[in-house]
Nanobody, 121 residues
Framework: QEQLVESGGGLVQAGGSLRLACAAS????????MGWFRQAPGKEREFVAA????????LYAASVKGRFTISRDNAKNTVSLQMNSLKPEDTALYYC??????????????WGQGTQVTVAS
């Protein structure tokens, strides 16, 4: 079982940047693909980005492609999401997830508690 904890959220102006981090405490981190999802008030949780367990293949939602970059460090049991050129519509609670590489919630078995990102216009 993997336990995931997100950090790095906060308040930023439109056009600014934030870097989110997710730390895993389980013993099988390198065996899982890792993903980021987000959920805004009144909206469904949506896919943001994902990365394969070791090879480094990545997936991005069209809305963030070119602005966000996902990466992982298996030696440190962490996955990061670098977010640049942030927009007000990026405002949401961001969740880290572990499972199989994909764009659906059902692809992932373990979830963090979420970290809030707020982008001011």
């Amino acid at each position: 079982q993997e336990q995931l904890v997100e950090s790095g959220g906060g308040l930023v102006q439109a056009g600014g940047s934030l870097r989110l981090a997710c730390a895993a405490s389980g013993r099988a981190f390198s065996a899982f693909a890792m993903g980021w999802f987000r959920q805004a008030p009144g909206k469904e949780r949506e896919f943001v980005a994902a990365i394969s367990r070791s090879v480094g293949a990545t997936l991005y939602a069209a809305s963030v492609k070119g602005r966000f970059t996902i990466s992982r460090d298996n030696a440190k049991n962490t996955v990061s999401l670098q977010m640049n050129s942030l927009k007000p519509e990026d405002t949401a609670l961001y969740y880290c997830a572990a499972g199989q590489l994909g764009t659906y919630r059902a692809n992932y078995d373990y979830w963090g508690q979420g970290t809030q990102v707020t982008v001011a216009s």
